[in-house]
């Protein structure tokens, strides 16, 4: 993309609305536009980024079975009464009605519909076990929306929601889910602790919510200082193996690790007191296990092996994929900008022109530009006529990880100069060296 091409309105003054810094930064940065009151429009650069987070949301998903679908966001109340939710839910739904005086919302959530999905279709167990997941737009009328998408009314929201015949195999489903989302974070770029919790209105016994340590989190936590050591890298792992997965869970879950909801400080108290931390924490992410909550009232039942009718385990999973932009930038930025993770990034790499319009500068923008297009990279070329210095402050307020800098004193010596956001250091080489070194590190082999 050629920046002269593109829509980027950044702005110049710190909004005085943003209390907190990714809030802040995805204005300036021209990501979001506020619409009305929680609720955003997504500028070409913010739509790249909540892309680029859904994708790997999606390949995580499918990489642990789940099957990618999509329900609507306005349904009808009926089946949230089936539930009981439908009165349960306060103030916080939306409700709508329609020309035919129909009582419909625009979903917070969605486990009544799939379950009626999955009763309409599913009679036996051999059926099962059955993972079914969407990212969609939600609504909750929250109370106090705030910090621009980190609690928004409107948020894109991936939500998985698994039908398992036994207790226990629905206890792997939530295992299972763990261990993606381990996954999920880290490939963003986060740490995202698993947390004890409390489950809140969409009810059962297990549930883990996943936090990112940040000093605006909304939530208070209690936890070991051991747990932050904790990486799930790159093993391998088999989804269907129940042991493997559980092995995963213990390791991720058997230090302490609590929202403020099901703090307990006389368990907290016995762990050495320089390992013990009182943080705050960004919820990205819940899994709950909640047995035959839906399955039971709305009549979700299949045939086991030896033809009883019983009601399916589920649960349900959520990540906060619009809340994910601005708890990354929470967790990276520093006093210039955005500083996005390799995963994440809009563009792979920015070019500055230090001098637009010299026909060698062109040219060798020109040739850095079709060569990271070629390798399947997508460059930003910053191609206006400006000062060096507007074009620096852009690049570093947008926070590609790598900028090539294109001059003419480095050329007559054959070299631009390669720039990594996160540390600042500046490294001459040749275009092409430049080129294979960005080729290299978004391929991981460097
Ligand atoms: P919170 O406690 O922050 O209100 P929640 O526990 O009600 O969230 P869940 O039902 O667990 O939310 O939804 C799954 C995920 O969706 C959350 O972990 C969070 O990342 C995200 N999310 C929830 N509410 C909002 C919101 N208002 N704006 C943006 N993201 C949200
Ligand atoms: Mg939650």
Same mark, same amino acid.
């Given at each position: 993309m050629r920046l002269s091409r593109y829509f980027l309105p950044v702005l110049k003054e710190t909004p005085a609305e943003a209390q907190i810094v990714s809030h802040r930064l995805m204005l300036r940065a021209g990501m979001i536009k506020q619409a009305s009151a929680g609720i955003y429009s997504w500028l070409p650069l913010g739509f790249k980024v909540l892309r680029r987070v859904e994708q790997i949301v999606h390949e995580e998903q499918i990489r642990a079975g789940h099957l990618p679908m999509l329900m609507p966001t306005i349904q009808s109340a009926d089946l949230w009464r089936e539930s009981g939710?439908? /009165?349960?839910?306060?103030? &916080?739904m939306l409700r709508i009605t329609d020309r035919h005086e129909r009582d419909m919302l625009f979903t917070p959530t969605a486990e009544e519909l799939?379950? /009626?999905?999955?009763?309409?279709?599913?009679?036996s167990y051999r059926d099962l076990p059955l993972t079914m997941y969407q990212i969609q737009w939600k609504f909750r009328d929250e109370i106090r929306p705030r910090f621009g998408v980190m609690r928004g009314r409107e948020f894109l929201m991936k939500d998985g929601y698994n039908f398992d015949?036994?207790? &226990? /195999?629905?206890?792997?489903a939530y295992n299972r889910h763990l261990v993606s989302y381990l996954r999920t974070y880290e490939r963003m770029g986060l740490q995202a602790i698993p947390m004890r919790a409390d489950s809140g209105p969409i009810g059962g016994d297990d549930t883990h919510e996943f936090l990112v340590l940040a000093e605006t989190g909304e939530s208070e936590v209690f936890y070991d200082s051991e747990i932050t050591d904790l990486r799930f890298g790159d093993r391998e792992i088999d989804y269907d193996d129940h042991a493997q997965c559980r092995a995963v869970l213990d390791e991720f879950t058997s230090r302490y690790a609590r929202t403020d909801e099901t703090h307990d400080p006389a368990i907290f108290e016995q762990i050495p007191e320089e390992?013990?931390?009182?943080?705050?924490?960004i919820e990205v992410g819940q899994i709950f296990y909640f047995g035959t909550k839906y399955s039971e009232p709305m009549g979700a039942v299949v045939t086991d092996g030896e033809g009883n009718r019983v009601p399916v385990h589920m649960g349900s999973h959520g990540i906060g994929v619009s809340r994910l932009v601005g708890a990354i930038i929470e967790a990276c930025h520093d006093e210039n900008g955005i500083v996005w993770p390799e995963g994440v990034t809009p563009f792979h790499a920015g070019i500055v022109n230090l001098k637009q319009g010299d026909v060698s500068c062109d040219a060798a923008c020109?040739?850095?530009y079709k060569a990271l297009t070629a390798?399947?990279? &997508?460059p930003l070329y910053d /191609?206006?006529? &400006?000062? %060096?210095?507007? #074009?620096? %402050?852009?690049m570093d307020l947008i926070g590609l990880p790598w900028r090539i800098t294109v001059g003419p004193r480095g050329l007559g010596n054959g070299v631009v100069e390669l720039t990594s956001? #996160?540390?600042g250091e500046s490294e001459e080489m040749s275009p092409e060296a430049a080129v294979d070194r960005i080729v290299a590190i978004y391929s991981g082999a460097a």
């Open positions: 939710r439908y /009165d349960a839910y306060g103030a &916080e799939i379950t /009626d999905i999955f009763r309409a279709h599913v009679t015949l036994t207790k &226990e /195999d629905a206890l792997h390992r013990r931390r009182v943080a705050r924490g020109e040739g850095l390798a399947g990279l &997508e /191609d206006r006529e &400006e000062r %060096a210095g507007a #074009k620096f %402050a852009t956001r #996160k540390t």
